[in-house]
């Protein structure tokens, strides 16, 4: 099963460490391959140096996916985790 999902950051400091530490954590809870898409590049959403490495900031939009069996779970778990930080 695939799952794809768009999100806008507000987090003022765009993805910042923290965040991304929190993203590594949830995503990492899942079998299902996790992807964040952003300026054409693309990073496995377990690797908290290949999200850094995006620079995402304030106002940027993202692409969030997931493939595998419990994708449908991960898009949720990462959608909450994410809005937490100030991502919608």
Known sequence: MNKTVS???ENTSG??????QKIVQAASEF???ITLRYLKKEVDLKSIL????LAVLEGA???I????????????AIQ???SKGGIK
Do not use: C, F, L, P
Not at 15 to 20: C, L, P
Not at 50 to 53: A, F, L, R, V
């Open 61 to 63: 939009r993202v692409e």
């Open 80 to 82: 909450a985790t994410v």
């Open 15 to 20: 993805i910042n460490a923290q965040m991304a």
């Open 50 to 53: 290949g999200i850094m490495s």
């Open 31 to 33: 079998e299902s391959d």
């Open 7 to 9: 999100m806008a950051i």
């Open 65 to 76: 996916e997931a493939k595998g069996v419990d994708a449908e779970e991960a898009i949720t």
